[in-house]
């Protein structure tokens, strides 16, 4: 089954704890990103990758870390984490790296919490 | 700026109404379009997409879209909403010459049955 995994998906941590969530499809994709979706603000991007070892900032990317050694792995990292990262994350992927309507896949979602 | 906007922030209907939900966004080039919804607790999911020819789109459950150039819309329909259409809905675009999906701020829907 085509899918985008994600793990944990809920996480409470503590401030400067550093954290990875990591995010795994198996279609084959170039084109991974994560976002975070927090209320009236939609969902921001944060970094993208359009192949691998290629990466680059999104809309948000203060804090945040990403890495892609693999097709198929795209793992978030939150290197000293504060409470201004509570929310939920979600990674995506799709094929191609044109417009021409490529569908976007979301995984499940990580809801964190930095306390 | 590239952008997208959803003016509905939140909308109740009962059942059986018919919704629409805006979907406007800034730009007057290439564009390809986007709805996607995410139901309580769910990831989001496609509902449809627009990236040429007729400007009348059919999705799945029951919704379309219609895409008015002239307009920079991109607005999603129902005849009859169901109990079961509670849920956020994102509007998204793909602008020409960029990989980037940009979101809309959501338009949360809740039927009432």
């Known amino acids: 089954e085509a899918q985008v995994t994600q793990n944990p998906r809920y996480l409470i941590t503590v401030t400067g704890k550093k954290l990875t969530v990591t995010c795994s499809q198996n279609m084959n994709h170039e084109y991974m990103s994560w976002y975070r979706q927090d209320p009236g603000l939609g969902l921001r991007q944060i970094y993208y990758?359009?192949?691998?070892?290629?990466?680059d900032k999104g809309d948000v990317p203060e804090g945040y870390k990403v890495s892609r050694k693999e097709k198929r792995n795209f793992p978030l990292i939150l290197e000293s984490p504060s409470p201004n990262q509570t929310s939920l994350y979600f990674c995506?992927?799709?094929?191609?790296?044109?417009?021409?309507?490529?569908?976007?896949?979301f995984g499940p979602g990580t809801r964190l919490t930095v306390l | 700026a590239q952008s997208v906007s959803q003016h509905n922030h939140h909308v109740i209907l009962s059942e059986a109404a018919s919704l629409e939900l805006g979907c406007n966004y800034s730009y007057g080039g290439t564009v390809n379009l986007f709805w996607y919804v995410q139901y309580p607790g769910q990831h989001l999911q496609l509902l449809l997409k627009y990236f040429s020819g007729d400007p009348l789109v059919k999705g799945i459950k029951g919704f379309e879209a219609e895409f008015i150039k002239s307009k920079f819309s991109f607005n999603l329909r129902k005849p009859s909403v169901q109990w079961s259409d509670t849920a956020e809905y994102f509007c998204a675009v793909i602008f020409s010459g960029t990989y980037k999906y940009i979101f809309g701020t959501g338009t949360r829907l809740k039927v009432l049955a």
């Open positions: 995506a992927s799709r094929s191609g790296q044109g417009t021409r309507g490529d569908t976007q896949y």
């Open positions: 990758s359009m192949n691998v070892e290629v990466t």
